[in-house]
Antibody
């Protein structure tokens, strides 16, 4: 049974760094071809892909967020992480992690993040 | 960046009605993926590799297309199908989603 669950700070202030954790079970990020991605969704708006990390530690980022993103993983503890630096109100959204064996099949429930002063 | 344009933006269908949603890509993609999102729930995979039905998805859902033009069809609308539908391309990064089609029950 595949499950993913996101966790984060809930609320943070502009210019701070957002740190998100995706804790998963039912698969391993050391399995050939496996990946985990991060996607976000502002309230009432569409989906935006942010980053992916793969079993071999290859990483893809959305260039629209320039150099603000860092994705990493802890294979031993079945976790993936995303950091977004210098946040502002436009980063307020629900953040999802999703398993990606070639496409996003299982998604977490999402974690709401609010950036506010 | 590949831009996906979904149409219509919003539509309403009666129970039993056939529904077709469209996703046009700004450049050719290898496959299209379709997701259903209800209320505040996380997106649910419906179709992968353009036309393969995800596990547990009713067979009234089907996908087709190639190149830059793709569609999702519901053969007979049911009340539980009211949701927002998104297409996704994974051919090139950045991976991109369409803006979504909101499907309502008439």
């Amino acid at each position: 049974q595949v499950t993913l669950k996101e966790s984060g700070p809930g609320i943070l202030q502009p210019s701070q760094t957002l740190s998100l954790t995706c804790t998963f079970s039912g698969f391993s990020l050391s399995t050939y071809g496996m990946g985990v991605g991060w996607i976000r969704q502002p309230s009432g708006k569409g989906l935006e892909w942010l980053a992916n990390i793969w079993w071999d530690d290859d990483k893809y980022y959305n260039p629209s967020l320039k150099n603000r993103l860092t994705i990493s993983k802890d294979t031993s503890n079945n976790q993936a992480f995303l950091k977004i630096t210098n946040v502002d109100t436009a980063d307020t959204a629900t953040y999802y992690c999703a398993r990606m064996p070639y496409y996003f099949d299982y998604w977490g429930q999402g974690v709401m993040v609010t950036v506010s002063s | 960046e590949i831009v996906l344009t979904q149409s219509p933006t919003t539509m309403a269908a009666s129970p039993g009605e056939k529904v077709t949603l469209t996703c046009l890509a700004s450049s050719s993609v290898n496959y299209m993926y379709w997701y259903q999102q209800k209320s505040s729930a996380s997106p649910k995979l419906l179709i992968y590799y353009t036309s393969s039905l995800a596990s547990g998805v009713p067979d009234r859902f089907s996908g087709s297309g190639s190149g830059t033009s793709y569609s999702l069809t519901i053969s007979s609308m049911e009340a539980e199908d009211a949701a927002i539908y998104y297409c996704l391309q994974l051919t090139s990064t950045p991976y991109t989603f369409g803006a979504g089609t909101k499907l309502e029950l008439k």
